[in-house]
């Protein structure tokens, strides 16, 4: 092979000459059909676990079509209540078509085991920017017994009016 020094390179470039491209020349880019959630992720079913403590399990049993309905006909998504761990288990299907959608129905059911009602936390589920967040009043300030029903109170307020100023607050 010849040998070539950086004099022989560092030369202007050159034009082609006589070079045309036309979009027959191209070839032809393929389409390809949408993937599914479950092969986004490499063929690996995903799910989620949302444990259900047991003063809320007579409400879920009794709202359980109202919750699997959304999930499973909307979502395309796999539901079931697992009776011996307690939790609500949520997977995805050959049919999902987008990964997010397994966390916007884990962030339903946990809004629901929170206690909001369906049709508040349906929201979840229509809306991109939407998410449930709570706290433990002990986390912000230590209080005990009757000070601590105190607090919850104002913060609920007459009629929650809290609540929905809190909501409220980006």
Not at 151 to 162: E, F, P, T
Request: hydrophobic residues 40%; aromatic residues 8%.
């Amino acid at each position: 092979m010849p040998k070539v020094t950086k004099k022989d390179t560092a030369g202007p470039l050159q034009e082609a000459v006589g070079m045309v491209i036309d979009d027959e020349q191209l070839p032809i880019k393929p389409k390809f059909s949408a993937l599914s959630a479950q092969e986004q992720q490499g063929g690996k079913v995903e799910f989620r676990r949302i444990p259900v403590p047991q003063n809320r399990m007579t409400p879920l049993k009794t709202a359980w079509m109202q919750l699997y309905t959304p999930i499973t006909e909307n979502l395309k998504l796999d539901m079931r209540m697992n009776l011996k761990t307690k939790k609500v288990e949520i997977k995805t299907t050959p049919q999902t078509t987008n990964p997010d959608v397994l966390q916007k129905a884990a962030d339903f059911v946990h809004a629901f085991i929170l206690g909001f009602e369906i049709r508040d936390a349906i929201a979840l589920l229509r809306l991109d920017d939407l998410y449930v967040e709570c706290f433990e009043v002990k986390d912000v300030k230590t209080l005990r017994g009757e000070h601590l029903s105190r607090a919850i109170g104002r913060l609920a307020g007459k009629v929650s009016c809290w609540v929905f100023f809190a909501a409220a607050v980006p």
